[in-house]
């Protein structure tokens, strides 16, 4: 347990659905981050929330909707996906922005998505 | 905007051999380098992060260089053990303002025993 909590860690939806995944942490930091990871893709920054502010938008399709209502969640909504989009998404935190204030980022598990 | 490389993209090791993974980067202002250790089913997790005004960092048998010169920075895995096996990867920030971490594509690992 790493103190970054997603839900849920596997998830199979189809092109029509609408579902949401969740990131939880309680450890008192104030930056949240949503990553998508591809094979053989470098880490993609989707979204950076500081003190549950959007601060960033990576252009992201508008089919993935972040919604922040404090500082200890993030959500990702998600509809009207593409194959393409399966990936792995990773939630992480950070005290600080920037690399994390030069202490890093934790990571949750991720959800392992996949759009039949 | 920060480009980072990481090679090798895969290396592998006997047991009790030394690994060497390698990156580099392209913006001089960097000055905060972490590396992160992803087992399988598991998110990236910080395992050793070294700044601008240090050249070498050690925590026990993971150590990392920086060359700010030459903008490169190197982790040493020591005595390899096959729970090292995982994929590595580097990243590049700024410390002190705003500039999106910038990942290196990964080094998967594997120890042979």
């Known amino acids: 347990e790493t103190g970054v909590t997603q839900t849920p860690r596997h998830l199979v939806m189809g092109m029509t659905n609408k579902k949401s995944l969740k990131c939880e942490q309680h450890?008192?930091?104030?930056?949240m981050y949503w990553y998508k990871q591809s094979a053989k893709k470098p880490l993609e920054l989707m979204f950076v929330?500081?003190?549950?502010?959007?601060?960033e938008n990576n252009s992201v399709p508008s089919r993935f909707s972040p919604e922040c209502p404090n500082s200890s969640h993030l959500f990702l909504h998600l509809h009207t996906l593409q194959p393409e989009d399966s990936a792995l998404y990773l939630c992480?935190?950070?005290?600080?922005?920037?690399?994390?204030?030069?202490?890093?980022?934790?990571f949750g598990s991720g959800t392992r998505l996949t759009v039949v | 905007g920060e480009n980072v490389e990481q090679h090798p993209s895969t290396l592998s090791v006997q047991e009790g051999d030394s690994a060497v993974i390698k990156c580099t980067y392209s913006?001089?202002?960097?000055?905060?380098f972490p590396w992160y250790k992803q087992e399988l089913g598991k998110g990236p997790q910080l395992i050793i992060d070294?700044?601008?005004?240090?050249g070498e960092k050690k925590d026990q048998r993971i150590a990392v260089t920086l060359n700010k010169t030459a903008k490169h920075f190197s982790l040493h895995i020591t005595e390899t053990q096959p729970e090292d096996s995982a994929v590595y990867f580097c990243?590049?920030?700024?410390?002190?303002?705003?500039?999106?971490?910038?990942f290196g594509t990964g080094t998967k690992l594997q120890v042979i025993p």
């Open positions: 992480a935190s950070s005290q600080g922005l920037a690399g994390g204030g030069g202490r890093g980022y934790t």
């Open positions: 913006d001089s202002a960097s000055n905060y």
């Open positions: 990243a590049a920030s700024l410390v002190g303002g705003y500039q999106k971490v910038t």
């Open positions: 929330y500081n003190f549950k502010e959007q601060t």
């Open positions: 450890l008192g930091h104030n930056a």
């Open positions: 070294i700044r601008s005004n240090v």
